[in-house]
């Protein structure tokens, strides 16, 4: 110690206790961090899906890209296995991407697409008269009620991955990228709402349905295991049956 002293005796330095700090600059200081924290956590809250759609004559493909709100992101493709116009392949992606983000607990979300069909008819600028499209708007409707939603037109260039997984989802053969979720969807979102043919006792898809949704199994042990080494290539959505694919 003594030879620290000597080494610091040339400069000028005094030692002064801290002043006390009064409460109300922390308190005031609490308040302010807690409500620039709150502002951030609402901003973080908006998550954004980019979707496209394509139809060829093999079949129809749904693009979705899903930014979340810590930055991650998820890509999407489902094959549509049935026949399709451009604008219902939209349409088809769009719910698509709105029931992804249902799924992952999402509470609001802006869609950028360069549909401006679909994108006019959703904002209510345009008038659908297509039955098809009606009942595609109602859709979007329906699951608007869950979430909060922005439609955003954007240029081709803008949605330049979305558009790739659609094409490839419609491509013949199916091309499936790396670290994408892809689907094959058996028909039209529509079609399979009323759940009418998935029902049926004699429709093959209703034993795969009533096991995902419910577990229920045949009585042969055999038939059983058959059933869940089958239902293993399935998955139940919103009861709606989709394809998995090799991915």
């Excluded at 939603?149 to 997984?165: C, D, F, S």
């Excluded at 096991?211 to 709606?240: C, H, S, T």
Aim: proline residues 2%.
């Amino acid at each position: 110690m003594a030879l620290w002293v000597i080494e610091l005796s040339e400069f000028d330095i005094r030692y002064q206790p801290q002043a006390a700090v009064k409460r109300q600059i922390l308190v005031d200081f609490i308040t302010e961090f807690t409500i620039m924290k709150d502002q951030g956590a609402e901003e973080t809250q908006i998550w954004r899906i980019y979707a496209d759609g394509s139809s060829t004559k093999h079949a129809g493909g749904a693009g979705v890209i899903l930014h979340t709100s810590e930055g991650d992101k998820i890509e999407c493709m489902v094959r549509l296995d049935f026949s399709t116009t451009n604008n219902e392949a939209e349409y088809e992606a769009l719910i698509a991407g709105l029931d992804l983000a249902i799924a992952v607990g999402a509470k609001s979300v802006i869609i950028y697409s360069d549909s401006q069909v679909m994108i006019s008819q959703v904002n209510g600028i345009h008038e659908c008269k297509n039955e098809r499209m009606k009942r595609y708007l109602e859709e979007v409707k329906g699951r608007a009620n869950n979430l909060q939603i922005k439609l955003v037109q954007i240029p081709r260039e803008e949605n330049q991955e979305a558009y790739r997984l659609a094409k490839a989802a419609s491509a013949e053969p199916m091309i499936i990228p790396d670290q994408v979720l892809s689907f094959v969807q058996l028909s039209s979102l529509l079609d399979g709402t009323s759940m009418q043919e998935v029902s049926s006792e004699h429709c093959w898809m209703a034993p795969i349905t009533a096991y995902l949704k419910g577990g229920k199994l045949p009585d042969n042990k055999e038939v059983a295991r058959k059933l869940k080494v089958k239902a293993a290539r399935f998955v139940l959505i919103k009861d709606v049956l989709y394809k998995r694919g090799f991915s």
